[in-house]
T-cell receptor, first 113, second 117 residues
């Protein structure tokens, strides 16, 4: 069963609009990773957050991890068609299994030109 | 481009058959993980190998097995295929065993699409 809940499941936005994707866990997260997946393809690493309250940005994408390390958000500013795809959050199962991940169900993003 | 390759790209099998999927990791990456991604779902962890030893396993039956070789290649074998095994199979490699301690990550291949009829 999925232990990471993502919302929304899908998102359709007009080009230029801002959007936010959320990832929530009932347990403390030991490293939270955001990936982007083009339909039917492999995952591309976006960002990793580890510390409570941490925030990272890359180009127009900003990811935050809350203080309790149970919720993360991914914010895209001024969306472009190149941002379209499936966004997945992933987390380590435990500190002793650092790179054995469980993933959220994904958020499908469509950007209309 | 992640430097991780998988073969074949697509595969069609019938129920009951056996299949071997292959992955070639980046040189120097001692850890390889395999994931199953059903349509519309996030990837599910199958198992992980570190330096040719199984290092963790998800909730998958024994008919899912794997091998990792010294040349940074690995295999996922599935016996007695079932219809529900139809999915995208992803492998991911990383240099160390506990990469989240550093800022490293795991690098995913493009996947193999398996269809079981």
């Amino acid at each position: 069963s999925q232990e990471l809940e993502q919302s929304p499941q899908s998102l359709i936005v007009q080009e230029g609009k801002n959007l936010t994707i959320n990832c929530t866990s009932s347990k403390t997260l030991y490293g939270l990773y955001w990936y982007k997946q083009k339909y039917g393809e492999g995952l591309i690493f976006l960002m990793m957050l580890q510390k409570g309250g941490e925030e990272k940005s890359h180009e127009k994408i900003t990811a935050k991890l809350d203080e309790k390390k149970q919720q993360s958000s991914l914010h895209i500013t001024a969306s472009q068609p190149s941002h379209a795809g499936i966004y997945l959050c992933g987390a380590a199962k435990s500190p002793n299994t650092g790179n054995q991940f469980y993933f959220g169900t994904g958020t499908s993003l469509t950007v209309i030109p | 481009e992640t430097g991780v390759t998988q073969s074949p790209t697509h595969l069609i099998k019938t129920r009951g058959q056996q299949v071997t999927l292959r992955c070639s990791s980046q040189s120097g990456h001692n850890t390889v993980s395999w994931y199953q991604q059903a349509l519309g779902q996030g990837p599910q962890f199958i198992f992980q190998y570190y330096r040719e030893e199984e290092n963790g396993r998800g909730n998958f039956p024994p008919r899912f097995s794997g091998l990792q070789f010294p040349n940074y290649s690995s295999e996922l074998n599935v016996n007695a295929l079932e219809l529900d095994d139809s999915a995208l199979y992803l492998c991911a490699s990383s240099p160390g065993q506990y990469f989240f301690i550093s800022t490293d990550t795991q690098y995913f291949g493009p996947g193999t699409r398996l269809t079981v009829l």
